[in-house]
């Protein structure tokens, strides 16, 4: 799932599968971290956070990993459903003001 | 609540037209930004405001200019459109660092 080039990343999984979407972060100051989602024309919405102080944290169904040592972050969704179908971007905050998005991987859940 | 409130949702330019996208937030957030998504692509960040009175240029900020008078809100001026300022922009503000909440998008089209 590292998003290079001009398109975006695909992840297809079939329904009740677990997803694993990855992001390489660019900054080693950055001690945030978030991943969102977005669903076709409307904007992200927040799913889980993380600082840097922790290497795992868990939420509902998604757990995010985060492994300063590489600058690599992954976002795992347990038991995948359709409504999980969207485009999932990693967001850094490299100096405690502002938030920058990684380029997103698009993932589609097949019934 | 109304959250963050963009305006317009669609605009059609021409070359070297100027516009003002309107964004205002109902949450007390000091944290404001202004992002753009070119398609199939991630976010880039055009400038941001940690409050009123405070800006700041992210990523991208050739071509835009902004204002932050008010904590409410954060318009984003674009001065001699060109055709590479096609794009779908996202308005969202926050708390402090975390998590961002969005506007819907304004779709910008230049010709």
């Known amino acids: 799932g590292e998003s290079v080039g001009l398109h975006l990343p695909t992840l297809s999984v079939q329904e009740g599968d677990n997803s694993i979407i990855n992001c390489a972060y660019s900054?080693?100051?950055?001690?945030?971290f978030i991943w969102y989602k977005q669903e076709s024309g409307k904007g992200p919405q927040f799913i889980i956070d993380i600082r840097s102080n922790m290497d795992k944290r868990q939420g509902q169904r998604v757990t995010v990993l985060l492994n300063k040592t590489v600058k690599h972050l992954s976002l795992q969704i347990a038991a995948t459903q359709p409504g999980d179908s969207a485009v999932y971007f990693c967001?850094?905050?490299?100096?405690?003001?502002?938030?920058?998005f990684g380029a997103g991987t698009r993932l589609t859940v097949k019934p | 609540n109304a959250g963050v409130t963009q305006t317009p949702k669609f605009r059609i330019l021409k070359i070297g037209q100027s516009m003002t996208l309107q964004c205002a937030q109902d949450?007390?957030?000091?944290?404001m930004y202004w992002y753009r998504q070119d398609p199939g692509m991630g976010l880039k960040l055009i400038y941001y405001s940690v409050g009123a009175g405070i800006t700041d240029k992210g990523e991208v900020p050739n071509g835009y200019n902004v204002s932050r008078s008010t904590t409410e809100d954060f318009p984003l001026r674009l001065e001699l459109a060109a055709p590479s300022q096609t794009s779908v922009y996202f308005c969202?503000?926050?708390?402090?660092?975390?998590?961002?909440?969005f506007g819907e998008g304004s779709r910008l089209t230049v010709l």
């Open positions: 969202a503000s926050s708390l402090g660092v975390g998590e961002l909440f």
């Open positions: 949450m007390n957030h000091n944290y």
């Open positions: 900054n080693s100051a950055s001690d945030y």
């Open positions: 967001a850094e905050s490299p100096n405690n003001n502002d938030m920058r």
